[in-house]
Each structure stands twice: as structure tokens, then as C-alpha cells.
């Protein structure tokens, strides 16, 4: 995974340098905690999680990050030898950690869901609303607002735009109307609007 950082770049061992410059959204789980670490707090950074995938991330989500490490900080001074270090940035931590058990790695699925119940009751949500469905209003939403189904469809991983738009993709009123009105601009029937229909039949 690797970092570019303004003119410089920070990288995991495993990856090769590559020049880049400040990009300002959606970020993978595995975030490396070593190289977050290295990182000045205003930076904005891109995510490589491989050579087909890159992941932007802006200044709000860096903040979010770094409240997530300094707090997972805290977390393995307080644990001890019961933390085992994976360089990971949302690692499992200490929650119900079963006797014998081991911190620091990736998360166990089924505590992620039980957080999650956790804070659905809390928010009155309804029993059905998964964490999968927020990924899913995300992708509408971005493009209901006309982002570019190219990106869109590279932050949600999917495997191609096409995916995208058969999954997500649905005929949009307001889009529709201004594709309609642009293709009549670009051939030349805009001003044909104004012409009444016996006065565009005797033209002809």
C-alpha cells in the first residue's frame, strides 16, 4: 500500500516508490497504522491497494483516521503483551476478548456486527437496515449527484461500470431532460423550439 504525500511519498516495504501529488473519498479497512503514523495531520493522501485500485481519501476522513489511531494507541499501551502488533489501523481490539484470546490482528465479523446491532438499537434504526445497506446509499447517492459512474464504480470496487450501473443504475427525470435538451443543441434543433408548426412546415 502506498502514500503520496504532496511532492514526497511514504511507502509499506512491499511497494515500489511512485511519484505523485496531493489528491483529495471511501478508504480500505486495512490502513496501515505505520504509515498513518508518518503522515502530517493535513496531508492529503491516495491509497493503493493495488495497481487497479486506488482509494482518495480527503482531509475529513484523514481526521477520522487519525482519531482512530491515536484511540487505537491507547488501546495497546492498555493491553499490553495482549496486543500482537499487524500494523493495521482498525485492528481487532480488546472488545470481549475471550480468555487467550489475542488483539492487534484484522476484526472478528461477527464482533463488527455486534457493534453494529449496538449502535442500530441505539439510533432507533430498523432491524433490517445492514451495515451493507449504507455501501448501497452511498453508491445511489453519489450518483444521483451525478458523479461519475467511473469513479463511482472504482470506489465501490466493483469490477467494472457496467456492474455499476445495472446494479445501481435507474432512469433519473432531471438527467434525462438535460440529456434530451443537449442532444437537440448539438444537432441543432434548439432554436427549432420557438418555430410554430405550420410555420416550421411551410420552411421545409
Known sequence: MDVILGGGLITTPA?????????AAPVAADVSAAVLAGMPRNAGV?????????????????????????RQQYEKERLGDLWVDHDLVFARDGF???????????????????????????LHLPELFRLHDLRASKINNDLDAKE????????ARHHSV???????GRRRPDSAKKLAASSAGRIGLAGAASLTAPALASSL
Open 15 to 23: 511497494q515500489n516508490a511512485i511519484e505523485g501529488e496531493v489528491q
Open 46 to 70: 491516495i491509497f493503493h491497494e493495488a495497481a487497479d485500485a486506488i482509494i482518495y481519501v480527503d482531509q475529513s476522513l484523514l481526521t477520522v483516521l487519525w482519531w482512530q489511531y491515536e
Open 96 to 122: 470481549k476478548l475471550q480468555p487467550g484470546g489475542m488483539a492487534g490482528g484484522p476484526q472478528d465479523p461477527e464482533k463488527v456486527s455486534a457493534r453494529w446491532r449496538t449502535v442500530r438499537n441505539r
Open 148 to 155: 461519475n459512474p467511473v469513479e463511482v464504480s472504482a470506489n
Open 162 to 168: 457496467g456492474y455499476t450501473l445495472s446494479r445501481y
